[in-house]
Antibody
């Protein structure tokens, strides 16, 4: 059973950088799947941030592309998210997930972690 | 890519059927079968319920079914149960290798 677990600071100052890690267990990050970040502002819907393949190939949401970096660490079986120049609008629950490459469906999700942007 | 349009809420009594729509355009939903549906009970992570329009992952009850007509995909819950309450989201894996979610629908069991 694949499991994903997000970790990182729960509070980030405005204009700072949000950094999260997603640890993958029960499966290899070198698989044919893609690895995803999604966020959900309080009381709002889901928003796709970006994805990475184990080769390092990435795709980002155009609305966030200028501020986002997703990277993979195959030796630790984990991938990470960095979002810079954050504002209060970036306050959200951040989820990592696994995407089935052929279907584009997210079959495994982390539990999510709340990141608040505030001074 | 704009969010796909879903009704804000639907409701039904136990045992009834409800259908949630997910409307896009001929350029996205209308020409692409990589539509998925997710269930999100309050305070929990989303769970995959349907992929590729109408396929159910292992473990998802057959009360949940998906379909598509034209630019609109739909999720139907038959024999509604109290445990089905929560938010439901459709999503689309686009031809440009990006993902877009629907606006979300709150399902209430009366």
């Amino acid at each position: 059973q694949v499991q994903l677990q997000e970790s990182g600071p729960g509070l980030v100052k405005p204009s700072g950088t949000l950094s999260l890690i997603c640890a993958v267990s029960g499966g290899s990050i070198r698989s044919t799947n893609r690895w995803i970040w999604v966020r959900q502002p309080p009381g709002k819907g889901l928003d796709w941030i970006g994805e990475i393949y184990h080769t390092g190939s990435t795709n980002y949401n155009p609305s966030l592309k200028s501020r986002v970096t997703i990277s993979v660490d195959k030796s630790k079986n984990q991938f990470s998210l960095k979002l810079n120049s954050v504002t209060a609008a970036d306050t959200a629950v951040y989820y990592c997930a696994r995407s089935q490459t052929l279907t584009g469906s997210f079959d495994y999700w982390g539990q999510g972690t709340l990141v608040t942007v505030s001074s | 890519q704009s969010a796909l349009t879903q009704p804000p809420s639907v409701s039904g009594s136990p045992g009834q059927s409800v259908t949630i729509s997910c409307t896009g355009t001929s350029s996205d939903v209308g020409s692409n079968n990589r539509v998925s549906w997710y269930q999100q009970p309050p305070g929990t992570a989303p769970k995959l319920m349907i992929y590729e329009v109408s396929n159910r992952p292992s473990g998802v009850p057959d009360r949940f079914s998906g379909s598509k007509s034209g630019n609109t995909a739909s999720l139907t819950i038959s024999g509604l149960q109290a445990e089905d309450e929560g938010d439901y989201y459709c999503s689309l894996y686009t031809s440009s290798s990006s993902y877009v979610f629907g606006s979300g629908t709150k399902v209430t069991v009366l």
